[in-house]
């Protein structure tokens, strides 16, 4: 490295970058590597009950197989959107 | 006893063959009777880099199929005569590879006392990535220090845990060493590569050798010779350590770093 460059700021580090956003997915991939393969289309299919009645996004559902020590949890949640009480409810 | 060891990394690229090849070597060296086989069908390469290419008559598929013996198909190497390599079909598709055909074959190379075989695996994780892995006793997961390279030996980690014989025995999966390849110190000391350790704790694992990203590398593929036989080069010498420590001995990691500059390069020279 030249004096000149040497003076110039020194260039980003972006093996920090790398190592924190390969930190981020390894974690969220063994933790859904871990879960049965059938919870995505058990997900696709309770939105379209769901539907039936409520209008929400695939992303309000949340599914995911929980270990309690020797049980196995399956655990769903779904956010209902805001909505005023209508006329009669 | 027979130990079945698998090359693999679910990327392609990172040095799968290369390391299989002197991986294989280096076991032969130590007077051990070695196989080593080609499990990409279709894309053929393990032959070129350990140059017996043109000596290729039957390969994998053929003593699979029981188009030929595991004798003919088996081309001992000029080099050591306790090395043999088992070439992949060029011809074939993938779905050439039965798991019980992979089996036999293993069977029966285990029958003729060799004591090890080395699997070199295609890259992704398709049927000849599979097999290759299933029957493995241990694993060796070659990793570049780059994103997609770490991201996809994690995914293979998984699979080596969970789709192999041993998983399915309930022996806890395939015992795995990640062998990092293509390292170059002076881009990790800049921030420009991801370092030793910072591969390590992503993975959970730690590395059994760190190979420079070196063009001994290219040298030895162009003239089909394994690097391992290079042994005034870095890289050469590097396998040659991390096939010892995979053997059980000590040896101190090295050319992980880089060389050191006086002040006076540092300021004026580049």
């Known amino acids: 490295m030249g004096i000149l460059d040497f003076l110039k700021s020194r260039p980003r580090n972006t093996a920090v970058i790398a190592k924190e956003r390969l930190r981020i997915i390894v974690a969220q991939e063994r933790s859904s590597r871990a879960s049965p393969d059938y919870l995505p289309l058990l997900r696709t299919e309770l939105l379209a009950v769901i539907r039936k009645y409520v209008h929400v996004d695939l992303e309000a559902i949340n599914i995911q197989v929980e270990r309690d020590g020797e049980h196995e949890v399956l655990e769903l949640s779904v956010a209902l959107p805001e909505h005023k009480p209508g006329p009669g409810t | ?270």
């Open chain 2, 1 to 270: 006893m027979t130990e079945t060891i698998v090359v693999t990394s679910g990327k392609g690229g990172v040095g799968k063959t290369t390391t299989s090849a002197s991986l294989a070597t280096g076991l032969a060296q130590r007077g051990r009777k070695v196989a080593v086989i080609d499990f990409d069908v279709g894309l053929r390469n393990l032959d070129l880099i350990m140059g017996c290419e043109r000596r290729v008559v039957y390969d994998f598929v053929n003593v699979i199929h029981q188009e030929a013996t595991l004798r003919q198909a088996l081309i001992r190497d000029k080099r050591h005569e306790t090395l043999h390599v088992l070439a992949a079909s060029q011809t074939r598709d993938k779905e050439a590879l039965t798991r019980d055909g992979v089996q036999r074959v293993l069977e029966e190379l285990a029958a003729e006392g060799f004591d090890y075989i080395v699997c070199d695996s295609p890259a992704g994780i398709e049927k000849g990535a599979f097999l290759a892995m299933y029957f493995a006793d241990r694993a060796l997961v070659v990793v570049n220090p780059e994103v997609s390279s770490v991201r996809d030996s994690d995914r293979i980690l998984g699979l080596l845990a969970s789709k192999t014989r041993k998983a399915e025995s309930g022996e806890g999966g395939v015992p795995a060493h990640l062998l990092l390849t293509r390292y170059n110190p002076v881009r990790v000391e800049a921030g420009q590569m991801l370092g030793i350790r910072d591969v390590e704790e992503v993975l959970g694992l730690p590395v059994v050798g760190v190979i420079p990203e070196h063009e001994s590398v290219l040298m030895a593929s162009n003239q089909g010779v394994p690097v391992i036989l290079d042994e005034g080069s870095q890289a050469g010498q590097a396998y040659a350590d991390a096939i010892a420590r995979l053997l059980g001995e000590e040896r101190p990691l090295r050319f992980t770093e880089a060389p050191r500059k006086g002040l006076f390069k540092r300021m004026f020279g580049s």
